[in-house]
């Protein structure tokens, strides 16, 4: 069942909402302002090359010179190789999003049982709660928080993990670093995907307007986050299985 929340009860996890599609799992489902709707199991889109990430995240969350000694590109590996996700499709016709541009960001939460919820998840930008851990050692459970906090609440890590580390590798000065540091903090937080309705979209370095399924999102991240490149080994040949032409999208289960 898909309902569509408005105003103030966009923000209730109890509102009702207003029924807009019901079906059954891997079943492609069209309601009557055409929203299409799938869920059901799919092939894993994401890739990755454990090796790096773990290299990458390493050198933000110390604030050190990055180390590849342990990735070797002739035997790069999917980390996400040959896995299979649970997955929730929605296509929504500009008719209900309207023009312009839209925020997205995804959350999880489960009943405490007691009454309430408890957000247990979000997700928007790829990796980033992976590169800077930002629960480490601190007060504030990124998961369990919102988009509108994230500048008040996580923007000073950002900003000062990125001068750290671009300082570290030598790829700018102390001055530099500290600019480019908030101009980093600016581009990632709020954690929302932005998207340009109509538009194709495209997660890159220099533009950011929705995810590709099957981009390289991650090196795009580590040169943001480092402000150097740094290559996987991988392309959408390593993700699992292949896409579909036509809705749901995503590949069939291995």
């Not at 408005?6 to 509102?15: I, K, L, N, S």
């Not at 995804?106 to 790829?126: C, E, F, S």
């Not at 908030?182 to 929705?210: H, K, Q, W």
């Amino acid at each position: 069942v898909l309902s569509q929340l408005r105003g103030a009860d966009a923000q209730d996890r109890d509102a009702a909402g207003r029924v807009v599609v019901t079906g059954q799992t891997e079943q492609a489902v069209t309601g009557p302002t055409g929203i299409r709707m799938w869920a059901g199991s799919a092939g894993e889109p994401f890739y990755i090359e454990g090796n790096v990430v773990t290299a990458v995240r390493t050198a933000v969350t110390t604030g050190s010179k990055l180390d590849l000694s342990a990735y070797n590109p002739d035997t790069a590996t999917n980390l996400f190789g040959d896995t299979n996700v649970t997955a929730i499709v929605l296509e929504v016709p500009a008719t209900v999003t309207g023009t312009g541009s839209i925020g997205f960001w995804g959350t999880t939460a489960l009943p405490d049982h007691h009454g309430g919820w408890v957000q247990i998840n979000r997700a928007a930008t790829p990796l980033i709660n992976t590169l800077f851990d930002f629960t480490a050692g601190g007060t504030v459970d990124y998961n369990a928080s919102d988009p509108v906090h994230d500048q008040r609440l996580f923007g000073r890590q950002v900003q000062d993990d990125v001068a750290a580390v671009v300082t570290a590798n030598g790829t700018m000065d102390a001055r530099q670093a500290e600019l480019y540091g908030r101009y980093v903090r600016g581009i990632l937080l709020p954690d929302m995907l932005r998207y340009r309705i109509g538009s194709t979209a495209e997660f890159g370095v220099g533009c950011r307007n929705g995810r590709g399924l099957t981009e390289p999102t991650p090196e795009t991240m580590f040169e943001i986050v480092l402000s150097q490149s740094v290559p996987m080994g991988l392309d959408s040949g390593d993700a699992t299985g292949t896409l579909r032409s036509s809705f749901p999208y995503l590949s069939l289960p291995i």
